[in-house]
């Protein structure tokens, strides 16, 4: 028989971030490294040329977002999305975001949060359109 529809076996050690908990742990050095980073990219940006601010504020939100710190790191991500858009690992981690604040808005009850983040899902979704037809 071929296997179809069979369950993979998991190799020991190979476990995902999703498979050990919903977050994964960040080491003090992990922390440090990432806070050095956040500041160096924050001194550099004012001088920077606009498809490189859009780059730097895009690092600067993935690693706020790794540091847990949600609303920064939507701050961040969405600055680098209006100056130069693109679904690099910024726009899918902005998505990711917007959907954790609106699944949070849902399960609160909060109306009002929920459409913020349904139309912010919304444009995330025009700005994949743009890039696909190449519009700016």
Do not use: C, H, W
């Not at 050095?29 to 001194?43: C, G, N």
């Not at 606009?50 to 993935?62: A, M, N, Q």
């Not at 954790?100 to 109306?111: E, H, L, T």
């Not at 444009?123 to 700016?136: A, H, I, P």
């Amino acid at each position: 028989m071929l296997g179809f529809g069979k369950k993979k076996e998991k190799k020991p050690g190979k476990e995902s971030i999703t498979e050990q908990g919903k977050e994964s742990v960040l080491t003090d050095e992990r922390k440090q490294e990432l806070l050095r980073t956040i500041s160096l990219k924050k001194e550099t940006v004012d001088q920077a040329a606009e498809e490189e601010k859009s780059k730097i504020y895009e690092e600067i939100g993935l690693a706020l977002n790794e540091l847990g710190d949600i609303d920064q790191a939507i701050d961040s991500l969405e600055k680098s999305i209006q100056i130069k858009k693109s679904v690099g690992d910024g726009y899918k981690t902005l998505l990711r975001l917007y959907n954790k604040k609106r699944a949070q808005a849902a399960k609160a009850n909060d109306d009002d949060t929920l459409q913020i983040y349904l139309k912010k899902m919304d444009e995330m979704m025009q700005v994949s359109k743009d890039v696909t037809r190449g519009v700016r």
